[in-house]
């Protein structure tokens, strides 16, 4: 019987132990479930405050385009209505005719951020085609025509095509609003293990110095916030009279 003693205590020792290691492993399941929950919900919450800031920025952009555009043109027809009374006429044409090209300014920067309002409402399956939609948009938007080469291949997330359909929105947008261009340029192509995307246009441009300290134009914050999720590279170069080169590198993740 004592021949057996040392036996069972082995026994006893490698069951202990192995209800040791089956608990801890329980125990690290427990945890990862509950992480796994956490990181759910915050990625949940996370969606919902990025969807409202963008209709906050989109019902903004709207309002800042129509009011801004709707009370310049109230201001020149204000002084036509002036000139009018003082038997200006040759005045009051000039000041028409302003007024017309502002007006169609106006009524192409809203279709834009119509178009992108509209956007968010659609399913987007394929990047070049999405890519090429708004391309489409806008030019007929905004009558600048656009030289653009796109040759995607590759079957990227839904993920990678939302931020870059915002990218080039975004660009196409602020050329609309800032650049005074007559042309832009759009290439957007799959390079082995990432996607090439360039726009440029050759409007006013601006002092990249002084652009540090600001926010507004190119929407930069709005562009580098979605590189950053797509962990892609954003480069920008710019020079007053020069026009403006949006280059962004995106890596793509084959699953």
Do not use: W
């Amino acid at each position: 019987m004592t021949v057996y003693i040392p036996i069972l205590f082995l026994i006893l020792i490698v069951v202990i132990a192995y209800s040791i290691l089956f608990f801890r492993q329980v125990k690290a399941r427990i945890r990862t479930q509950t992480f796994l929950k956490e990181l759910e919900l915050a990625h949940q919450q996370v969606e919902e405050l990025t969807l409202a800031n963008e209709r906050q920025r989109m019902a903004r952009d709207l309002h800042d385009t129509l009011a801004q555009g709707l009370a310049g043109i109230i201001m020149q027809l204000e002084a036509v209505h002036a000139h009018l009374e003082k038997q200006n006429v040759e005045r009051a044409q000039s000041i028409i005719k302003g007024s017309m090209s502002h007006a169609r300014t106006t009524l192409a920067e809203a279709r834009l951020v119509i178009d992108d309002l509209r956007k968010y409402s659609q399913d987007q399956y394929d990047l070049a085609d999405s890519v090429k939609d708004q391309v489409k948009r806008f030019m007929t938007a905004t009558n600048i025509p656009v030289h653009k080469k796109v040759a995607v291949s590759y079957q990227v997330s839904p993920f990678l095509i939302e931020h870059t359909v915002y990218i080039v929105s975004e660009c196409l947008t602020n050329i609309a609003k800032h650049a005074k261009a007559s042309k832009v340029e759009l290439v957007m192509e799959q390079k082995d293990d990432h996607i090439f995307l360039q726009i440029t246009d050759n409007g006013v441009g601006f002092d990249e110095k002084k652009q540090e300290s600001t926010s507004g134009h190119y929407g930069l914050i709005g562009m580098s916030e979605r590189t950053r999720l797509l962990d892609a590279q954003l480069h920008l170069k710019s020079e007053k009279n020069e026009g403006t080169q949006v280059t962004v590198t995106i890596p793509l993740k084959k699953e």
